[in-house]
């Protein structure tokens, strides 16, 4: 029922930008948590940075003052924007939600998306 839909991944060169976006779509009551992961070759997938439904932000030590988490509550999307892109960037980015409360539903359930690649080479 419930699908997150990525876009914005491809190919950048090192100091270059990329903007993902990510849609929640369903019948969807709330949402709390959206946010973006990202997995290198070799590496566990981490945090690069989350909005819960409160409006705290998180972000990774390692895309501070680089990349800029933003979210739009009414269309249960969120975006990631990043700047100033390195080789060390490239990974499969995922997008996920955490406490989506479907319409209908009495407990609420977490999604993740198909992934997206960003490949950060010149």
């Known amino acids: 029922q419930v699908r997150l839909v990525e876009s914005g991944g491809g190919l950048v060169q090192p100091g270059g930008s990329l903007r993902l976006s990510c849609a929640a779509t369903?019948?969807?009551?709330?949402?709390?948590?959206m946010g973006w992961y990202r997995q290198a070759p070799g590496k566990q997938r981490e945090l690069v940075a989350d909005?819960?439904?409160?409006?705290?932000?998180d972000y990774a030590d390692s895309v501070k003052g680089r990349f800029t988490i933003s979210r739009d509550y009414a269309k249960n999307t969120t975006y990631l924007q990043m700047d100033s892109l390195t080789p060390e960037d490239t990974a499969i980015y995922y997008c996920?939600?955490?406490?989506?409360?479907?319409?209908?539903?009495?407990?609420?359930?977490?999604?993740w998306g198909q992934g997206t690649q960003v490949t950060v080479s010149s």
């Open positions: 996920n939600a955490l406490g989506v409360l479907v319409i209908g539903a009495r407990h609420t359930t977490d999604y």
């Open positions: 909005t819960t439904g409160d409006g705290i932000i």
């Open positions: 369903g019948s969807i009551f709330s949402i709390d948590v």
